[in-house]
């Protein structure tokens, strides 16, 4: 019998650390930040702040001292942005305009410089539109439609086309979603669902299938989640405290434990 006890709460043990590195506890009902996190070390910082005209600065304080954007996120009142120390030059630069027709305007300027667009947010009416350059991009496009249904439609032909889904955004009454060729990603998908604990069963699904979140907006009721696979699959995992400053003590933890931040969500 003690022998069957061992075995038992040994396999408690295990199954408790498997789930911790894969999830957190989560409210579905109250508003929350969504963190999502992948077995890799890295050096990032995380700023937040009330006004577009602090937080550019914060942008340019980072860049100076060798950190790049690798996300950006608007939510409850807040600008915050996430760097990530870079051994490679990057170039970045960005871009903030009051509707999206002049970032379109734009485009064929930066792209023919050899800059792609690797994050974009919608907030206070203001888009900001991050471009870099020396990435593995070969080609980029992007799709701007008012009803869901026929955004998904454009987003399975783009992917028919061999693009990929880099990032997704609403803003103006329209979803916008970004792509690329060359990513490095070797399969693609996009979830759809109002309720965020329906979301978790499908996330664990497909982590189990293999494939890794690497961006997830909520808007209009609805989380979107997009999914790829790689050649390099890491452990991924995710954090959903209620308040920026419990988000900010977990990102502490994950950076000591070898996790990096790569997206930031926030919803209901």
């Known amino acids: 019998m003690t022998k069957i006890l061992q075995l038992l ?10 789930l911790s590195a894969k999830t957190s506890k989560y409210d579905s009902s109250r508003y929350k930040y969504i963190g ?49 120390k870079s051994a490679r030059e990057t170039h970045q630069t960005y ?13 064929k300027e930066y792209w023919d410089k050899g800059y792609y667009i690797t994050n974009v947010e919608h907030g206070l009416a203001e888009w900001i539109v991050v471009f870099e350059k020396n990435t593995s991009y070969k080609n980029q496009a ?15 032909k783009r992917w028919n086309d061999n693009f990929d889904l880099i990032d997704l955004e609403y803003g103006e009454g329209r979803w916008t979603g970004i792509f690329a060729e060359e990513t490095g990603y070797t399969g693609q998908a996009m979830i759809i669902r109002s309720a965020w604990r329906d979301m978790v069963r499908v ?25 790829s696979k790689s050649k390099k699959n890491a452990d991924q995992g995710y954090e959903t405290p209620a308040t920026m400053d419990a988000f900010k003590k977990l990102f502490e933890k994950r950076q000591q434990e070898g996790y990096k931040l790569i997206d930031l969500a926030e919803g209901w």
Not at 146 to 153: E, P, Q
Not at 203 to 227: A, C, D, H, P, Q
């Open 9 to 18: 709460f040994t396999a408690i043990v295990l199954f408790t650390i498997q």
């Open 142 to 156: 992007f799709e701007r439609r008012k009803k869901l249904d026929t955004f998904v439609d454009f987003v399975n």
């Open 203 to 227: 996330i664990e699904s497909y982590w189990k299938r293999g494939y890794r979140i690497i961006n997830i907006e909520y808007t209009l009721g609805k989380w979107m989640v997009v999914f």
């Open 95 to 107: 871009i903030v305009a009051r509707r999206f027709s002049v970032v379109d305007h734009l485009l």
């Open 36 to 84: 999502t996190f992948v077995k890799e070390k890295s050096d990032q910082k995380i700023e937040s702040m009330m006004s577009l005209e602090s937080f550019q600065k914060s942008i340019r304080k980072q860049w100076n001292q060798g950190y790049d954007i690798s996300e950006i996120k608007y939510g409850n009142g807040k600008w915050i942005g996430v760097f990530t």
